[in-house]
């Protein structure tokens, strides 16, 4: 079964703080994504890798950036928080195959005061 | 604009009725469609798909129905049951989907 972890489940920072979310999968996906939910807006996508090094723009992108060293390792950062990036952040992965769903983690709930 | 529309925000069913949640997307490019169940303070799983080349995929007693002329779907959950509530997301992509579109979801609440 396809495993991705979170490295945490709520976070709490302070406003123009550098934030480090992390996220790690198990089954060799190609494709990873940080998503974020928000009430209202459903789940908005941030950025997606491909590949490794790779990155792609989502529809939300400003504030945030990514990287992705190595397969399994996809991190969402949070250059200078502000208080409108308080949400919930989710990270997914996929497989290669065409259509293959999402596999999503627990999720982060970030705050910024 | 959102392209994927879930107008209700909030859906309230009795135990073993049959309950609908209904999807509607504005961008004709979408042809591959998926819904997501949500519990609280967990991730959202997989839960059935459709093509565009088709008008309806079951699984159990999930059915998704595509009417395409009205770029519109639904999720039919047959007999309803209390651990059905959560909740469930409408999502679509286009020209093999790398990149998934959500809606903003409904809250199905399946009454004992």
């Known amino acids: 079964d396809v495993k991705v972890t979170q490295s945490s489940r709520y976070l709490v920072k302070r406003t123009g703080e550098k934030v480090f979310l992390e996220c790690v999968q198990d089954?060799?996906?190609?494709?990873m994504f940080w998503y974020r939910q928000d009430p209202g807006l459903g789940l908005r996508l941030i950025y997606f890798s491909y590949d490794v090094k790779m990155k792609e723009k989502g529809d939300i992108p400003e504030g945030y950036s990514v990287s992705r060293e190595k397969k399994e390792r996809f991190s969402l950062i949070l250059e200078s928080a502000s208080t409108n990036q308080t949400s919930m952040y989710l990270c997914?992965?996929?497989?290669?195959?065409?259509?293959?769903?999402?596999?999503f983690g627990n999720g982060t709930r970030l705050t910024v005061t | 604009d959102q392209q994927v529309k879930q107008n209700s925000p909030s859906l309230s069913v009795q135990e073993g009725r049959i309950s609908i949640l209904n999807c509607d997307y504005t961008?004709?490019?979408?042809?591959?469609f998926l819904w997501y169940k949500k519990y609280p303070a967990e991730g959202p799983t997989f839960l059935i798909s459709i093509s565009s080349i088709k008008d309806k995929n079951e699984d159990g007693r999930f059915t998704v129905f595509l009417n395409k002329s009205a770029k519109h779907l639904s999720l039919h959950i047959v007999p309803s049951q209390p651990g059905d509530s959560a909740v469930y997301f409408c999502a679509a992509s286009a020209e093999y989907g790398n990149k998934l579109v959500f809606g903003a979801g409904t809250i199905l609440r399946v009454k004992s």
């Open positions: 997914a992965s996929r497989g290669g195959r065409t259509n293959s769903p999402l596999h």
């Open positions: 089954m060799d996906h190609e494709n």
């Open positions: 961008n004709s490019m979408f042809d591959y």
